[in-house]
């Protein structure tokens, strides 16, 4: 499981209703499962995904025999997702998570 900061002015409404129509515009479907909300799309086995707190929680199945153009369809819309839901664009997710790394290390 993997948490993502999200910005601020995002959280209001970050909430299950939105991450599943956040889901169904960038893969198609979605579902709710209780507190969470799940969907698939072509590498993606199961996208799970969920508010938690001040971040969002995401469990990620994938399946790495897909083809490369599959692959790299998945990973766009996962990305735009990603952006979507937490305001973070995909280079301010990985500098807040090399900054989290090396506070854990030190």
Do not use: C, I
Not at 10 to 27: M, Q, S
Not at 31 to 46: H, N
Not at 86 to 91: I, L, N, P, R
């Amino acid at each position: 499981m993997q948490k993502y900061p999200v910005r601020a002015s995002h959280r209001a409404g970050l909430d299950r209703a939105r991450l599943e129509a956040l889901l169904t515009e960038h893969f198609g479907s979605a579902a709710r499962d209780g507190e969470k909300v799940r969907s698939s799309f072509g590498a993606l086995v199961a996208l799970v995904v969920w508010p938690d707190a001040k971040e969002l929680a995401v469990e990620v199945t994938m399946n790495p025999k897909v083809d490369t153009e599959v692959a790299a369809e998945t990973v766009r819309r996962y990305n735009r997702f990603l952006e979507a839901a937490t305001g973070f664009t995909t280079k301010e997710r990985a500098s807040r998570l090399r900054k989290s790394a090396a506070k854990g290390a030190g």
